[in-house]
Each structure stands twice: as C-alpha cells, then as structure tokens.
C-alpha cells in the first residue's frame, strides 16, 4: 500500500507552508516579472525602455523558476516528513537572511528588499523552534 501523503508535524507544517509561498511567488514572477520588481521595491522600467544589455527579466524569470521549484520541494518535503531536510534548511535560510540584508546595507538592492531576508529569517526560526519543540516531546 503507498504511504499516504501527509503533514505530520509542526515542523511540516512551517516547511509546507513556507513552499506554498514560494511556489506561488515563484508562480507569480513567472507571469507577471513586474509585480515582483514592484513588490521588492526596484524601478519599473517597460520592456521598450531597457538597454539590449538589461537583463533584469532574465534574472526575474531564473529566480523566479528557482522559486517555484523549490516550493515543490519544500512541499513535497513536509508532505513526504524528510525531517533531515527541515533540519538542512534552518541554517541555509539564516545564511540567506544575512547575504540578503548584506544587499541592502552595501546599497545592492533597495530597502524593501529587506523583507525578504526577513522571511527567510522568520521561517528558520520557525521551523528551528518547531524541531526543538518536537524533541522535547
């Protein structure tokens, strides 16, 4: 009998719903780039306006890409209960908040773009309290 898909933890639970988030950002970027610049704060600028050599959609599209394909496995993680897994992103997301709010303080990127490394920060502190809270049980 296949093993029945399904969230077995608190710790699933902030992995889950955290792929959900991405993936549908990812989803987001995928079908409208400009939101996504609008929503992190960057300069609008339409597609007959930019330089032969701007390649801010390209990027816009690969992460967003990457976004959406890391959803799927963040869900497919919590639905699948690869407690190894939830462990392996705590400290990857906290890299990422400190890279992300590096950005911003060395003028890389604009303020709001802040609110993606905190995010990041958010759901490793969430999944990292939720995995102690369960060992303690």
């Known amino acids: ?19 959900l988030l991405a993936f ?53 993680a919590a639905l699948n209960d690869v407690r190894q897994f939830y462990r392996w992103t705590v400290p990857f997301r906290t890299v990422t ?7 911003v303080i060395l003028g890389l990127a604009p303020a709001r773009f802040l609110t993606v490394a905190i995010w990041e920060l958010a759901g490793a502190i969430a999944t990292g309290a939720a995995l102690y809270y369960e060992r303690g049980k």
């Open 1 to 19: 009998m296949p093993k029945q898909l399904k969230i077995h933890s608190p710790s699933g639970w902030t992995i889950f719903i955290f792929g």
């Open 24 to 76: 549908l950002l990812g989803l987001l970027g995928l079908l409208n780039p400009n939101t996504v610049l609008m929503q992190l704060g960057f300069e609008i600028v339409e597609r007959a306006e930019r330089a032969s050599h701007d390649y801010t959609l390209v990027f816009i599209t690969a992460s967003s890409m990457a976004s959406f394909n890391i959803g799927i496995y963040y869900m497919l």
């Open 97 to 103: 908040f400190v890279v992300f709010t590096l950005t």
